[in-house]
Nanobody, 125 residues
Framework: QVQLVESGGGLVQAGGSLRLSCAAS????????MGWFRQAPGKEREFVAA????????AYADSVKGRFTISRDNAINTVYLQMNSLKPEDTAAYTC??????????????????WGQGTQVTVSS
């Protein structure tokens, strides 16, 4: 059994910062790539960022490039999303995802095996 638990969401004013965390737990489970997706009310779920097992390869949606940074700590099976210069349009439920094995297309939901329940990020103007 694998469980992903996100934390760090909350309310922040425009221009502020938040750091999301996602911890993966499970017996003998060490995630391959991990990623973040988000979904705003009335909008489709969209890719935000992904990171390889080693952390040597990352990918970002154009909408967050230069403002968000994804990182991970494999010792504790945790992935982070540092969000700076937040905008009201960043408001969404952010969900963490993890995969057992590497595959191409890390911006697609099909590349991931496990999903968290999400954490809400609200950016006020």
């Amino acid at each position: 059994q694998v469980q992903l638990v996100e934390s760090g969401g909350g309310l922040v004013q425009a221009g502020g910062s938040l750091r999301l965390s996602c911890a993966a737990s499970g017996r003998t489970f060490s995630p391959s790539h991990m990623g973040w997706f988000r979904q705003a009310p009335g909008k489709e779920r969209e890719f935000v960022a992904a990171i390889s097992w080693s952390g040597g390869s990352t990918a970002y949606a154009d909408s967050v490039k230069g403002r968000f940074t994804i990182s991970r700590d494999n010792a504790i099976n945790t992935v982070y999303l540092q969000m700076n210069s937040l905008k009201p349009e960043d408001t969404a439920a952010y969900t963490c995802a993890a995969a057992r094995y590497y595959s191409r297309g890390l911006d697609r939901r099909a590349a991931y095996d496990y999903w968290g329940q999400g954490t809400q990020v609200t950016v006020s103007s």
